[in-house]
């Protein structure tokens, strides 16, 4: 046991900037000032604005499955200060994932306090190493990320607003990221749900029928809008909702495992460890009673199995690999976090305790490792189109494969036109 005035040392929290740091370096060695594939969407409203075309509702406007407002938002400023420079949206990435990271950290401490638990002492660093770790590259050198990047922050500082000191500015917070979070991805409408539970768990029941009467008005406010003039996605059919539940439990228990291991099918046992840590920790959590203090950690895990379960309706087709995706840890990354956050609670002996955050370790490193591998191959494949673009040349089809899907190449090449007419992105920069 620990006292209650436990405090992670100086140590430990020096050494949760070194992954940060890592990333902060990664992206300043790949990040490609041009867009790719989906970024090529949003160049079309820097057009319209150009035009005098745009209109408000352009930045609710449908892309895939997505109403990315927020994002639209914030990639409408940095282009304004920038000349869209592209580079500008993976550190806007990389400063939201710590703002989220800073929130949980601050709820770990004092989770810990009110637990009575000891966390190894390095747990707070491996927490870290988690979070920013190059497996996820495609979210780290990718600026349309920024729909799951602000999606889950939105969702983590909220849940974990909920059970802090139950003022009305902290519960309007709360709220505002419930908002924000599904006009950036819309995986995101699982917080409302999710918070709904923590919210009658955590909120005194003086002010539980009020709260819970706005939390549900704004919510389907938010669904309404959303969904209003929506096309149904690709893909989006009954059997692939409620059919194939086999083959997505295990699409689902891969995407777990992915933050371990981002091999497809070797994932799966990983999940398994996931699956059976959880049941570990709310055996424990049951007999202790203690479910209002664990509440936001158990509903951020809650939070990543929806997604997970979410994402798997469009992407089973395309088998496990998609499951392991480097652009998905992005939101499975948390998952593991609230686990290794509650998991002090089950008395693990010595032996087995070191055995498993050794393996921990070993995994995120070989993460770290082959995400880094991946991070340079994504590089080299932006680089053509990038040079070609300094150097105000011509974009052939074997140069635009590397930024454009198959079959959009006419259309990327006009928006290229766009981008080098107004001097913008890589445009923007001098050889």
């Not at 768990?201 to 959303?226: E, H, V």
């Not at 990543?304 to 309706?313: C, D, K, M, T, Y």
């Not at 087709?317 to 990354?333: C, D, H, M, N």
């Amino acid at each position: 046991m620990i006292p209650k005035e436990y405090t992670p040392s100086r140590t430990a929290l020096l050494m949760c900037l070194l992954p940060i740091a890592v990333i902060a370096v990664g992206i300043a060695l790949w990040g490609a000032n041009i867009p790719y594939v989906d970024q090529f969407t949003f160049v079309a409203l820097l057009e319209r604005l150009q035009t005098n075309g745009f209109r408000l509702t352009d930045l609710f406007a449908q892309n895939n499955e997505n109403r990315p407002f927020f994002p639209r938002l914030i990639w409408l400023g940095l282009a304004g200060v920038s000349r869209y420079d592209v580079r500008l949206e993976l550190w806007t990435n990389l400063v939201i994932s710590i703002g989220a990271f800073a929130f949980l950290v601050r709820y770990a401490v004092r989770t810990w306090r009110r637990l009575g638990i000891a966390p190894p002492s390095l747990l707070l660093p491996l927490l870290s190493f988690l979070v920013f770790n190059w497996a996820q590259w495609e979210g780290w050198l990718n600026g349309f990320q920024t729909v799951f990047f602000l999606g889950s922050a939105c969702a983590v500082v909220g849940l974990l607003l909920l059970t802090d000191a139950p003022t009305w500015g902290r519960f309007a917070l709360a709220l505002l990221a419930g908002v924000v979070g599904c006009f950036s991805t819309p995986n995101a409408f699982l917080y409302w749900p999710v918070g709904l539970a923590v919210l009658l768990a955590a909120t005194p029941k003086g002010m539980r029928g009020i709260r819970s009467a706005l939390w549900i008005t704004i919510a389907a406010g938010c669904a309404m809008l959303f969904l209003a003039g929506l096309s149904r996605p690709h893909g989006l059919t009954t059997d692939a909702v409620f059919g194939n539940m086999l083959p997505r439990l295990y699409w689902l228990t891969n995407f777990l495992g992915a933050p371990l291991m981002t091999v497809p099918d070797v994932a799966f046992p990983f999940g398994l460890l996931a699956a059976g840590l959880s049941a570990l920790i709310i055996w424990q959590l049951a007999r202790r009673g203690e479910w209002r203090t664990a509440a936001p950690f158990i509903a951020i895990a809650a939070f990543a199995i929806g997604s997970g379960a979410l994402i798997s309706i469009g992407r089973l087709r395309f088998g496990t690999v998609q499951a392991v995706a480097p652009g998905y840890l992005t939101i499975s990354a948390w998952y593991w976090a609230a686990l290794l956050t509650l998991l002090p609670l089950v008395p693990l002996g010595r032996i087995a305790q070191r055995a498993l955050y050794s393996l921990v370790v070993v995994c995120l490193a070989w993460g770290m490792i082959w995400g880094g591998a991946g991070a340079n191959a994504y590089h080299l494949r932006l680089r053509p189109a990038y040079e070609t673009a300094l150097n105000r040349g011509t974009m052939s089809d074997e140069v635009l494969k590397g930024i454009a899907r198959p079959g959009t190449y006419d259309v990327v090449r006009e928006r290229l036109q766009f981008l080098e007419e107004n001097g913008l992105s890589a445009y923007a920069m001098k050889r």
